[in-house]
């Protein structure tokens, strides 16, 4: 009786299954790696523009009618964010006596255009957040 020769095994994987499935794993994690990565600078960017709006609503929280006046200041809150404070008058506003109380003999308000900017740096890129508001301040003028 003759035997037949041994067959080839198909158990295992050969060099080229095994290279191209190392390829495969590799290119997913190159793909996994980017995407942490993409959302650690997201987190911290986000992070960067939520203290810049911070500081930003605090500028605006620091004026009083007292201090409101034409002008523009600039100043570093540290950590890398500077800030503009720029005030400039919109127009002026009638007062009642009545309603306003009769406030020193005023008749009339200062309505002032107040926007303060905030600016950093990230690498190269220069970013910034920027808040308007408009408040009314006193002109000095009586009746």
């Given at each position: 009786?003759?035997?037949?020769?041994?067959?080839r095994s198909e158990?295992?994987?050969?060099?080229?299954?095994?290279?191209?499935?190392?390829?495969?794993?590799?290119?997913?994690?190159?793909?996994?790696?980017?995407?942490?990565?993409?959302?650690?600078?997201?987190?911290?960017?986000?992070?960067?523009?939520?203290?810049?709006?911070?500081?930003?609503?605090?500028?605006?929280?620091?004026?009083?009618?007292?201090?409101?006046?034409?002008?523009?200041?600039?100043?570093?809150?540290?950590?890398?964010?500077?800030?503009?404070?720029?005030?400039?008058?919109?127009?002026?506003?009638?007062?009642?006596?009545?309603?306003?109380?009769?406030?020193?003999?005023?008749?009339?308000?200062?309505?002032?255009?107040?926007?303060?900017?905030?600016?950093?740096?990230?690498?190269?890129?220069?970013?910034?957040?920027?808040?308007?508001?408009?408040?009314?301040?006193?002109t000095g003028e009586?009746?």
């Open positions: 009786m003759a035997r037949a020769a041994p067959l158990a295992g994987f050969t060099l080229l299954e095994a290279l191209v499935a190392f390829i495969i794993a590799g290119l997913a994690l190159s793909v996994f790696y980017d995407g942490v990565v993409g959302g650690l600078r997201a987190t911290r960017r986000a992070d960067a523009t939520e203290t810049a709006l911070c500081l930003a609503r605090s500028h605006l929280a620091a004026l009083d009618a007292a201090t409101l006046a034409p002008r523009v200041t600039e100043g570093d809150d540290g950590a890398g964010f500077r800030w503009r404070l720029s005030i400039s008058p919109a127009g002026t506003v009638p007062l009642d006596p009545v309603e306003s109380g009769g406030t020193a003999g005023l008749t009339q308000a200062v309505l002032y255009r107040v926007s303060v900017t905030v600016s950093w740096s990230v690498g190269d890129a220069a970013r910034s957040v920027r808040l308007e508001s408009a408040r009314l301040g006193a009586h009746p």
